[in-house]
């Protein structure tokens, strides 16, 4: 399914019904008063969190959303039907903005949580309601109020407890996958994810963590450069950041690496580096990498740093990662993010 984590949407809410100038018209009533009854509210347009959804696809098309009319009141005093309201499903973690002044709106984190973004018109009164003991005949009818109308732009920040970031082909989609009930697409080249993917951790207990797969990152990242500042904010709400390295290849330099990934990270958003990060070292299946891990492991000691060796294909190593995670997570470690 194609990912979708920003869009432009217009929304319109419903008219207001028209007021109704009636007067009675009964058998033996010769002088009927006035009992033209209010016209119905308009619907109201609300966006609506859904714990079930994890992209903006369903709004890129239409972009029009419409609530409906009230309807106009009638005599008998029958005041009209309100406008039925317009409820739009978005994923967690939608940001909701006004298009023009770029203004955050609203901020949705919770499942069913609600934001009334435009409001119905109100129905315009009925003669009766202008009666009076001085004008016991009006010929008047309030104006209905019109709904109102807003372009809002959408952004998507994935909820996420666990972030897992690397540079192309460090194995972050094989992680995952390991690591949660997700079975992303995997391939052997560069830049094989490109959405990011959510997936459960399921732990002892009825526990559970979710982690973000980042798609790959490059040098330049913050700046738009392999669409990596799209692919940055969903790091925004994390509380753990997961550090893939690729030690395979001898031509990758495992600390320039760490330190080039975590200025992208400042430079996109200065408070990410600060967030609490687990490094991990991948592929660890191969020679190579089980060759150069003794050397590695020497550099990132020198940095105060723990490591943790992993082969996200055989699962070598994996149980250790799961228990530093679930410490992090739910020892009061790591808070929800921002």
């Known amino acids: 399914m194609k990912f979708v984590d920003e869009v432009t949407i217009e929304i319109r809410s419903g008219n207001g019904g028209r007021g109704c100038v009636s007067f009675r018209r009964e058998k033996y009533i010769p002088r009927g008063g006035p009992d033209g009854g209010n016209g119905g509210k308009g619907g109201d347009v609300t966006l609506e969190a859904r714990s079930g959804l994890q992209s903006l696809l369903d709004l890129s098309y239409p972009r029009i959303f419409k609530a409906n009319d009230g309807r106009a009141g009638q ?14 499903p978005v994923p967690l973690g939608t940001l909701i903005k006004n298009n023009d002044a770029d203004q955050l709106l609203a901020d949705l984190t919770s499942d069913r949580e609600q934001f009334v973004a435009a409001r119905g018109g109100r129905g315009g009164r009925g003669n009766k309601s202008f009666a009076t003991s001085v004008n016991r005949a009006p010929r008047i009818a309030g104006e209905a109020g019109e709904g109102e109308r807003k372009v809002l732009k959408l952004e998507l920040k994935l909820l996420a407890q666990v972030g897992i970031v690397g540079f192309p082909n460090a194995g972050k989609s094989t992680l995952i996958s390991k690591l949660s009930a997700a079975r992303p697409k995997i391939s052997d080249y560069p830049f094989t994810t490109i959405v990011p993917n959510l997936g459960i951790i399921e732990l002892e207990n009825d526990r559970r963590i979710v982690a973000a797969d980042i798609p790959g990152l490059i040098r330049g990242a913050h700046q738009g450069i392999g669409l990596g500042d799209r692919f940055l904010r969903h790091i925004d709400r994390t509380g753990l950041v997961l550090h893939l390295l690729d030690i395979s290849r001898p031509e990758i330099d495992p600390i320039k690496n760490y330190h080039d990934l975590n200025e992208e990270l400042r430079l996109f958003n200065p408070k990410l580096p600060p967030k609490p990060q687990v490094v991990v070292v991948n592929k660890l299946d191969l020679p190579s990498a089980r060759l150069r891990f003794p050397e590695v492991k020497r550099s ?5 740093l723990t490591i943790y060796p992993i082969s996200a294909i055989t699962g070598d190593g994996m149980d250790a990662l799961l228990d530093e995670i679930e410490r992090r997570v739910f020892a009061g470690v790591v808070e929800d993010g921002d």
């Open 300 to 304: 990132f000691d020198s940095l105060n």
């Open 75 to 88: 005599g008998k005093a029958k005041n009209g039907k309100n406008g039925s309201d317009l409820i739009i």
